[in-house]
């Protein structure tokens, strides 16, 4: 039997309560705002009423209670290995330009070899490896996905709410002979005042994006049980910010993209949380998990904040890089809900239910940093764990 619940909320929050409501609840069925009469409608079933209330009130106080007095929410650790003793306290960023195992072909764009790539790669086998182990009960389906992304699609899916401080956009010189011989005639870029193309499409920020574009308008069948992993060269503008690995402009993303109701997510993504602890054990991490306080740039900040909060939507997996004495994220849990699912209408079991999702991204540069910046780069003096997990996967002698 339905229950509806009336919300008579002051004008200056309607619009972050309307559109957060959504996220507080998986019991919620419908949503009806009345603007003119600033009251919004909540409709549920009768025995999950007071659920929902409790979650509602739990908004409203956010919301009404100063919650984002300073901007400023203090993060929650989830897990702790901090304690672990690190050895190596060497600037390695600039060890391994000295001996050229990285070396840069553009601000915050590296190039790999040696060592470097070793380890990459062997994050990459590993995260493909683990999901074979930990999901042996579902359907795996390997994406690689390009870096181009159409700005209108960008759009659609919501990014632009977020960061729009990190897209970079992709374009052309303008067509024409002119132009374009001007270009070629002239000695360098900023002799040739060329004319550009506007943009119609952007350098990805994210490695799944295309996914939603993949499943829209598709009803998932209960009985599916499919998980994505999508890897992609990612683009951010870090401005700046570019002083090691730690912020680049161009880096690789490994993804695994959970879609299908609310037990399906938690039960994929609490597996998946498991490769964290097998490296903080392995290798002896100084690393941490811990609820994520981005700084948005957007003009949504509050209902943004909201959405990591409620639920721990995000979570990151922190490592320390100990010259730096400063701890970097290298892999998060991202809990979108309905987020993508609303925009590309992907539904669960029939036509009235909307999918959720979720993704659980890995920073494969960050990785590679983080256990180079612990371990040091002399193999010699690194711990028999580590080499031994690592030998399984890249030779490292």
């Not at 074979?132 to 699609?153: A, E, M």
Request: include cysteine; charge should be negative; proline fraction near 2%.
């Amino acid at each position: 039997m339905d229950s509806y619940i009336t919300l008579k909320v002051k004008e200056e929050n309607l619009e972050v309560i309307n559109e957060m409501l959504p996220y507080v609840s998986e019991y919620i069925k419908e949503i009806i705002y009345d603007r003119d009469n600033k009251i919004i409608k909540v409709r549920c079933d009768e025995d999950s009423r007071s659920e929902v209330e409790n979650s509602i009130q739990e908004l409203e106080e956010m919301v009404t209670n100063n919650f984002f007095e300073n901007d400023k929410i203090n993060s929650v650790i989830i897990k702790d290995w901090t304690n672990k003793k690190v050895y190596n306290k060497k600037d390695v960023f600039a060890e391994l330009k000295e001996k050229l195992e990285i070396y840069d072909t553009a601000s915050g764009a590296f190039a790999y070899n040696g060592l470097t790539l070793k380890i990459f790669n062997y994050f990459l086998y590993k995260i493909d490896e683990y999901a074979k182990q930990i999901f042996n009960d579902c359907t795996i389906k390997y994406h690689r996905v390009p870096s181009l992304y159409s700005l209108d699609g960008y759009q659609k899916g919501g990014y632009f709410d977020s960061f729009p401080h990190h897209i970079m956009f992709e374009t052309t010189c303008l067509n024409n002979l002119y132009n374009i011989n001007k270009f070629s005639e002239a000695q360098n870029f900023k002799e040739a005042n060329v004319k550009i193309k506007k943009p119609s499409n952007v350098l990805r920020t994210a490695s799944c994006a295309p996914i939603y574009k993949y499943l829209e308008n598709k009803v998932i069948d209960k009985n599916e049980k499919d998980i994505y992993i999508v890897i992609g060269t990612c683009f951010r503008n870090e401005a700046e910010n570019i002083k090691t690995l730690s912020r680049l402009n161009e880096f690789t993303m490994k993804e695994y993209v959970f879609v299908g109701d609310e037990r399906f997510i938690e039960d994929k993504l609490d597996r998946a949380m498991g490769l964290w602890e097998f490296w903080a054990d392995t290798f002896s991490l100084n690393s941490k998990i811990e609820t994520a306080t981005d700084s948005f740039f957007a003009n949504n900040y509050k209902r943004l904040k909201l959405f990591q909060v409620l639920g721990k939507s995000k979570i990151e997996f922190k490592c320390l890089i100990p010259n730096e004495n400063k701890y970097i994220s290298c892999s998060s849990k991202n809990y979108h809900r309905t987020h993508f699912s609303s925009k590309y209408n992907i539904c669960y079991g029939d036509k009235s239910t909307l999918a959720q999702s979720a993704c659980f991204a890995f920073g494969i540069d960050r990785l590679t940093f983080a256990l180079l910046s612990q371990k040091g780069v002399d193999i010699e003096l690194w711990d028999e764990n580590t080499i031994e997990e690592i030998n399984k996967y890249v030779e490292l002698f």
